[in-house]
Structure formats: structure tokens, C-alpha cells
């Protein structure tokens, strides 16, 4: 595809939206289709020497750094809190959330206000039990619940299974007993165990909150009258959220860039540089190209790559891409590109990110965990 040439106006014009915080960097480049890498890159020429830098021409600079430093502390001070009242879709957690901000010192009004939920609503709800007990089963409905599980997931082992009947459906059920039903009816997942034959050296980085480890790797799929498509996954290592993918017919880095920069416009609305964001890659042909770690380096984004004698330096991003292939890809038979692309988005969007059971996050999924995370920190600084 040919590359739409910028004018100098063009680029001015884009630059000073974002410095005069008419709108996020994610909406300025979601809107002229440009990477962030693209949009800092013309940003620090217009800083450097302003059209002059681009075209011809001068700016006056320590105006625009000046209003660039007020925004930023305006969003530092808000932050939680967006990440909080934007993530919150149910009417339960926003109950939940108007509870918080009570706890805290604030009037039913202001907190109703704050989470987007009307008084009376709230009132309403209040009024009859918040949690209702669920209900014991026998063990016939048991097990029909059980197969319909392994019909769409028949990979899943019983601790999966039984947390998505306790956390999804609603059934009080122990994991002992779905495990025995399923050992009785050859439910059971076989599972392999192969023993590595050298010994891992060196730790892999460990990460205290969201958006600050990312994970990226690639994997390839048939699609039976194409030939094999790429499938590119960018992973947040804190929350286990896919926050960027992109897949093709190629696995070059311009790939790899595209699914970093959705990551980017969904996770860091005015920005990622200066939020220290790392990114733990294997050492291939893609990740360590001129071109993408030049764009790292515009983006600030710090490059961690494994290590040969490191088999679990990027175990985390690698266990994603295998739920994919279990959940969705070995499971289905795509007959074209479009097809793929269209059912592995509304997996991950709808399936995986939304809902998955993961172990890892004591069986919540990924933006639950991550509500959880932002919530606990908004206490806290309480």
C-alpha cells in the first residue's frame, strides 16, 4: 500500500492538537490513521524547531512544553479514576462502586452522579438481597452443564470447568465432585508432560501493576485455500489482557508495529512515552529489525529480549497464543482471511478478554482482574 505523503501544515496542524490537548493521542492517530511512533517523531521536530524543523519556519516552544506539562498533571491526578468509572458496565459493580465512594465521605447523589447509576435504581437494588445463594443441582444437570463446557472448550481440565460453573453460572459445586463426574463419563483432559532437557537460567521480569510489562510473539495457522496466515499478539503481563494483534499473510515487522500500535491506541490514550512501558520479545528477525527498535526507541518503550538458556523468558505471552489455538483456531476451519480475522477479534474482544476464567488471576478474567487492580489502588490513595 502506497504511504500518503504529510505537509508540513498537515503535520503542524496534528502535532498541535495533541499538544494543546484538544484530543488523546490515541484519537489524533486513530483519526489520521498514523502510528504513535509517527505522531512523536513529527511532535519532537515541531519541539526542536517548530515548521522550520518540518518545512521552514519557527515555533515558540516553551509555550507548547508548558501547557504539555499542565496536562499531564491533570491526567496523572485523574487517572485511576477513569480507568475505574470507564471499565464499569455492569449494574452490580456499579453498585458496587457507589458503595466505595459512600465508604469514603461521598452523598448517595455525588456517588450515584460518579458511577452513572440513578438513585432510585440504586434505592431499588438495595432493597432485595444483593447476592442470592445459588442453588444445588443434582447430578444429572450437572453433568449435561459439564459436557455442554467441553463441547465449546474441550481442552479444559476440571479446575476450568469448575470455576466457570461457580463463577459464570452460578453453581455451588466443589471441584472434587466435577472431577469425579468427569473422570466417570471420560470427560477428563489428557495432558503430556514433557520434560525439558536443560535447565533454565536467569528470571524472567516480573511485573506490579498493568501497562507495565508487555509480552509479543507470532504464531502461524493454516487457512486451507490461502496457505498459512500470521497471527501477531501483543499481552499485557500484569492482567493476562490481549491488548494488540494483528494478522496476515506476511510476519514482517510492519506487523509486528501494527499490533504494538493498537495495544498503544487502546491502552495509552494521551500517549506511552514517558509511562515506562517494557516489552519482552524473543530475539527474531522482527523485534530486532532497525526499524522496530528504532520505533521503540521514539515510543520510549524499553526492549527486554530473552535469553537461549531462558525457555520461560516469554512463557506468558506463549501461553496465550496456545489458549487461542485450543479455544479457537484447532477448533474451527477459517475459509478466508477476512473469516479469521473477524472470529479471532470477537474471541479475544468478547470471549477472552471479557470473560475468560484464567488461573492465573484466582479465575477471573482479564478486565476483571484489572477493574480489581484499579480499585484497590483508588482505596488505597484513599
Partial sequence: MKQRKWTAEEKMAIVLEGIKGVKSVADICREHKISQGLYYRWRDKFLEGGKKALNSGSADESIYRAEIDKLQRIIGKQAIQIEILKKTETVREKIELVKQLLKEGYTVKESCKASGLSR?????????????????????????KIKAIKSEHPFWGYRRVTAWLRHREGVLINHKTVSKIM??????????????????????????????????????????????????????WY????????????????EWKSALDKGLVSEFKEGVRGRGLKLVSDNGSQPTSRAFMKEMAVLGIEQIFTSYDNPKGNADTERVIRTIKEELIWLNEFRSLDEARERIEDWITNCYNKLYVHSALGYLSPEEYELKYYREQQRNVA
Fill in 183 to 236: 473422570k466417570e463419563h471420560s470427560l477428563l483432559a489428557s495432558q503430556t508432560v514433557h520434560k525439558a532437557k536443560r535447565k533454565a537460567e536467569g528470571r524472567k521480569p516480573r511485573t506490579q501493576r498493568p501497562k507495565e510489562i508487555w509480552g509479543i510473539d507470532m504464531t502461524k495457522f493454516m487457512i486451507p485455500c490461502i496457505g498459512w496466515a500470521y497471527l501477531v499478539v501483543v499481552l499485557d
Fill in 239 to 254: 492482567t493476562k489482557k490481549i491488548v494488540g494483534w494483528e494478522i496476515s499473510l506476511r510476519g514482517r515487522t510492519a
Fill in 120 to 144: 432510585s435504581r440504586y434505592y431499588s437494588f438495595i432493597n432485595l438481597r444483593e447476592i442470592e445463594k445459588p442453588k444445588k443441582i443434582n447430578e444429572i444437570e450437572i453433568l449435561e
